[in-house]
């Protein structure tokens, strides 16, 4: 039972433009959510999170939008760089603060130039 | 700050051994810490969540004999993965927790 889903296994986006990350979630009982990057051989880091009392949430380049009727959170990334290639991962917690967390099956975002 | 380790990054061993994997918290004290296990092209599946000074606890269908854990400081946690089997190959990798999770780097595990 795959509580938090990412469904597009890849995406490619020239380097510059926007990039639109998409998770859903089934659970309604969860009510923070997290996005990490992750690069090859290495653990996830900590990129944006939300919580479910907000829709948006802002940090530099990268916002993430939250649609709680819809169970739907995107990342968006503006403008994209070469930097950004990497696996991104959305995570779902009952709890605020992040623990007991529930990922998707990642989504790897490649930057062209 | 806030960096977590693995130990060893990876690993090949032989089918029926143990091996051990430790996760330091390198910067700051963790009074809890969480394992999880990858499979390619797949989620991050929590395995356990660690408490120092207390038995670990597993998530469904996680056979707690066949790995086990001990925190037994708040700077490290180990998972040992006892009579290992093919199966078992995969990329275990842990977290610690301070307001958020950190990340260690993972460790390949490779049974023959």
């Known amino acids: 039972d795959q509580q938090v889903k990412q469904n597009s296994p890849s995406l490619s986006v020239q380097e510059g433009r926007i990039s639109i990350l998409n998770c859903d979630y089934t659970?309604?009982?969860?009510?923070?959510f997290l996005w990490y990057k992750k690069y090859p051989a290495e653990g996830p880091t900590f990129l944006i999170s939300?919580?479910?009392?907000?829709d948006k949430n802002e940090d530099g380049r990268f916002t993430v939008f939250l649609n709680k009727s819809a169970k739907h959170l995107s990342l968006h990334i503006v403008p994209s760089q070469p930097g950004d290639s990497a696996v991104y991962f959305c995570?779902?917690?009952?709890?605020?603060?992040?623990?007991?967390?529930?990922f998707g099956q990642g989504t790897r975002l490649t930057i062209n130039p | 700050g806030a960096v977590v380790s693995q130990h060893p990054s990876w690993v090949i061993c032989k089918s029926g051994t143990s091996v051990k994997i430790e996760c330091r918290s390198l910067?700051?004290?963790?009074?809890?810490m969480f394992w999880y296990r990858q499979f390619p092209k797949q989620s991050l599946m929590l395995m356990a969540t660690?408490?120092?000074?207390?038995?670990?606890?597993?998530e469904q269908g996680v056979e707690k004999d066949k790995f086990l854990i001990n925190h037994a400081s708040l700077t490290l946690s180990t998972l040992t993965v006892t009579s290992a089997h093919p199966e078992d190959s995969s990329f275990y990798i842990c977290?610690?927790?301070?307001?958020?999770?950190?990340f260690g780097p993972g460790t390949r595990l490779t049974v023959t």
């Open positions: 939300i919580s479910s009392i907000k």
């Open positions: 659970n309604s009982m969860f009510d923070y």
């Open positions: 977290s610690a927790y301070m307001v958020e999770q950190y």
């Open positions: 660690s408490n120092e000074g207390s038995k670990a606890t597993y």
């Open positions: 995570a779902a917690s009952i709890i605020q603060g992040a623990q007991k967390l529930v």
């Open positions: 910067d700051f004290q963790a009074t809890t």
